[in-house]
């Protein structure tokens, strides 16, 4: 199944690169993330508690990333194991674009796979959940670099010194 969706994030395309690889914003934005552990620049353990229909279980997994080529695009690349209820493995390709030089197009493509207990529950749900999980990942990302709503209002010297931040972390 082919998941596809599309933001526009109010950062420039090197602050939203940077905030793509930060194991801590990562964490926040990733849908029942418990632990997100970064084992290199590349490889990253995860432990993710989920419930997809009437099954609820904790994942622990790898997550790659995969084809980079910084700031413009890379593979997101996870598997996890959910004991009884079984395993999921999912790919996705992110693409940034630079709108202007303080706004992102982020676009991005996704595939995901359920085995076991999980796939009884038949691919309409398998389906649905993937996406509602992929928007929700990617629109709290979004989320996280445009700011709240006060944030909105923000002159723009404080919204420069708020990307300037992320720009340090890298």
């Not at 914003?25 to 290199?40: A, D, H, W």
Request: with cysteine.
């Amino acid at each position: 199944m082919d998941i596809t969706g599309e933001y526009t994030i109010s950062a420039p395309r090197d602050v939203v690169w940077h905030a793509l690889n930060d194991p801590e914003v990562l964490k926040r934005t990733i849908p029942g993330c418990k632990e997100l552990e970064q084992r290199s620049p590349t490889d990253l353990a995860a432990k993710v508690t989920l419930k997809i229909g009437p099954i609820s279980a904790t994942f622990n997994g790898n997550v790659t990333l995969e084809n980079l080529d910084p700031p413009a695009s890379y593979d997101i690349v996870g598997q996890g194991q959910g004991g009884a209820a079984g395993f999921a493995k999912g790919r996705a390709r992110v693409e940034l674009t630079e709108v202007d030089a303080d706004t992102t197009k982020l676009v991005y493509t996704a595939k995901a796979e359920v085995g076991g207990k999980l796939a009884t529950l038949g691919g309409r749900l398998i389906q649905a959940t993937s996406k509602k999980l992929a928007d929700q990942f990617f629109g709290d990302f979004a989320k996280e670099l445009n700011g709240d709503a006060d944030d909105a209002t923000a002159a723009p010297e404080e919204k420069k010194s708020r990307w300037t931040k992320w720009l340090r972390r890298g």
